[in-house]
């Protein structure tokens, strides 16, 4: 067996008459005199003895890596690694060279062996690269922040000077397209705007997105003229650069189908060098090898998941928008005169909280909201009235004081007390006639006039009832006159005496303001908690767990005279405030209702303080509100509501502020 090797001594060495008869090994000796001697030269052993050490330390020589050969008289002065052999001072050429050719194996698996443990420190190192890596994907929420990291993370990966990512888009009734969603280049900066390309076999990303297979490309322009794909030099072209090395990867997901494309471009020595050059470039870029491509294909599986995992949250999300905004329009359905109020106060609630957010006074310096709060905010704002599906349709839709049929009663009532008075009025004539045997024009006239006065009377009571069963703010006169009312007594068809209006209508016509009595507010009032009940039985995520206590408290007050909990200021949450402010400014301002005109801004605003000075609202809250005109901002972001006619032309509005005792 013949090993070579590089032995280096000392040219005052005595061993070189030894090493002259060696013929069985290959052996070049190489003299030395001081350490620069071995950095120039390939040596593999070094023979030390005390001609060498008269030259060069035995430190420096264990510094170079070699093999040492020590004379057992030196050794035994010596704490020497294992990679060192002894031998005596006199020793017979048989067994020096089987010592030597034993070192020259020895230091041949030495090398082996550093040389795998480099390649698995290398290993290492990218898997704790690839493992930081998607530690950072799974976290990133961003779906463009997320395909930026995925590029710029390759990159810095692979050592490669560009990068580009496509996405596979899928349509019913449609074919596949490619989209271009993404380039990243260290040496140029291209101006790139997203676009859709065909999904086909001719270039390099479709090839690959199409067949799933993963493209390594020495030279991108020495692919072979048969190929079904070629490289486009377009870029390169427009942008005075050079693509060598090319690597296309396919982004696979959990059903393997292709998601998207990776694709790598020229792989460098150093990653910090730009490749500014047609020379430099020939010089730096280096083909994809295999531990390059296994990072980068652990990456594309990462990316791939990351990718699907976003687009699946994206797609939840929209599904619960969607879900939230057709509740909302349902709802609106149900109630047409009052159609788009949760859309405005979502709107403005989202405007006066970013607004608060902003706000570096007072105690609003510590206020903020995040991403996820705002959101909370604004599907809490768009489902606050859902609850009004569990109040009564007749209740929601009670116009006046007394229901239709009510007021048909005492007009037929009203009617016949006067037919009565007519009977009783003829039979007055009948009696004269009978009595005297004529009617004189005096006696005649003053039974008219008696009979118009009673007449007269019936009908102003009539108006007084009709006025007072308008839901506008009763004057106190009326009171006076509805128990005068009451007190008119009649005879209905059976004999029964009683008075003109019973005692549930003179209750109802009492009611001082709006059409509703206590049990009938209380029920619009429930509204809340039906809202809470229903909004309790979604299964909200943690970060949107609070929506239900959110809209369950917007006609909650500081003082703790709101309702449905009597929630005091330190369990008002915060985003709840804002609603409330929001909620009250759009039911004073809507527009016109059945019973009662809009509030313009400045009259609306100053109720709002009004309130606020009461220690009803949050007055940080509603100077925020007014100071930065929120209610001006959100005006032209309200959607517009198609609501079909319902036929009613009325609906209690459930939070209208003039409602709940105002």
């Keep these: 067996m013949e090993t070579a090797t590089g032995l280096a001594l000392s040219s005052h060495s005595k061993f070189h008459t030894l090493l002259n008869d060696i013929t069985r090994i290959q052996c070049n000796c190489f003299n030395i005199s001081h350490l620069d001697d071995i950095a120039e030269l390939n040596v593999n052993i070094i023979l030390v003895d005390r001609a060498l050490l008269a030259d060069i330390s035995i430190d420096a020589c264990l510094e170079t890596g070699a093999t040492l050969l020590i004379e057992e008289s030196i050794s035994r002065q010596l ?5 060192t052999f002894t031998f005596p001072e006199s020793i017979r050429i048989h067994d020096f060279e089987k010592l030597l050719t034993f070192a020259a194996e020895h230091h041949q698996l030495r090398q082996q062996h550093q040389n795998l443990n480099d390649s698995l420190d290398q290993q290492n190192a990218g898997l704790e690269k690839l493992i930081e890596v998607g530690i950072a994907l799974s976290t990133e929420d961003d779906i463009d922040t997320l395909l930026s990291k995925i590029l710029s993370e390759g990159m810095r990966l692979a050592h490669c000077d560009a990068a580009s990512l496509f996405l596979v888009e899928r349509e019913a009734d449609k074919s596949p397209q490619l989209k271009f969603k993404l380039t990243q280049n260290y040496s140029v900066c291209p101006s790139f705007e997203e676009q859709t390309i065909p999904l086909t076999d001719s270039s390099i990303v479709g090839h690959t997105a199409l067949h799933g297979e993963v493209l390594n ?16 030099r377009s870029f390169d072209k427009v ?8 690597l296309a990867i396919p982004m696979l997901d959990h059903h393997h189908q292709v998601v998207g494309v990776l694709e790598f471009i020229n792989r460098k020595k150093n990653p910090e060098t730009k490749l500014r050059t047609l020379e430099t470039t020939e010089s730096e870029v280096i083909p994809f090898d295999k531990s390059c491509l296994d990072l980068l294909r652990a990456l594309s599986s990462q990316a791939a998941v990351a990718i699907e995992s976003r687009k699946l949250m994206d797609s939840i999300n929209q599904l619960f928008d969607g879900f939230v905004n057709a509740s909302v329009f349902a709802i609106e ?6 159609s788009g109020h949760s859309f405005r106060v979502a709107n403005l609630c989202e405007v006066l909280a970013q607004s608060v957010d902003i706000c570096q006074e007072g105690v609003l310096d510590n206020v903020t909201f995040n991403e996820e709060q705002y959101r909370e905010l604004r599907f809490a704002a768009l489902l606050h009235d859902f609850g009004k599906v569990g109040v009564r349709e007749h209740v929601l839709t009670k116009a006046k004081k007394l229901t239709e049929e009510n007021v048909e009663l005492l007009r037929y009532r009203l009617a016949f007390t006067k037919q009565q008075l007519k009977n009783q009025h003829l039979n007055q004539i009948i009696k004269v006639y009978e009595q005297y045997g004529a009617l004189s024009p005096e006696i005649k006239h003053k039974l008219e006039e008696s009979l118009d006065q009673d007449m007269a009377q019936l009908d102003h009571y009539m108006m007084v009832i009709l006025a007072a069963n308008e839901p506008t703010v009763l004057p106190q006169e009326r009171f006076t006159e509805l128990e005068t009312i009451r007190s008119h007594l009649v005879t209905d068809y059976k004999g029964k005496l009683s008075g003109l209006i019973s005692e549930f209508e003179l209750a109802a016509l009492s009611i001082p303001k709006g059409s509703l009595n206590e049990q009938e507010r209380l029920e619009i009032e429930s509204h809340v908690s039906h809202t809470m009940s ?15 206590n959110i809209a369950g408290a917007h006609h909650e007050k500081l003082d703790g005279s709101g309702y449905p909990n009597h929630l005091t200021s330190e369990n008002i949450p915060y985003q709840s405030r804002v609603m409330t402010v929001c909620d009250i400014y759009d039911a004073l301002t809507a527009a016109d209702r059945p019973y009662k005109p809009a509030l313009p801004d400045e009259k609306a605003l100053s109720i709002l303080e009004q309130e606020a000075g009461l220690g009803l609202l949050d007055s940080n809250v509603v100077k925020v509100f007014i100071d930065s005109k929120s209610f001006l901002k959100a005006k032209n972001h309200v959607p517009k509501v198609a609501v079909s006619d319902s036929g009613l032309n009325y609906v209690h509005h459930v939070c209208d502020f003039d409602l709940h005792g105002h």
Excluded: C, G, H
Excluded at 217 to 232: K, L
Excluded at 239 to 246: E, G, K, Q
């Design 79 to 83: 704490k020497l690694p294992q990679y």
């Design 217 to 232: 490309i020495a030279d991108a322009y020495e692919i072979a003229p048969d190929s079904p794909y070629q490289f486009n």
């Design 239 to 246: 942008m005075a650069y050079r693509t060598v090395s090319l």
């Design 333 to 338: 359905q149900r109630d047409p005169t009052t």
């Design 534 to 548: 229903f909004l309790k039985l979604i299964p909200w995520t943690a970060e949107l767990s609070q929506i239900p």
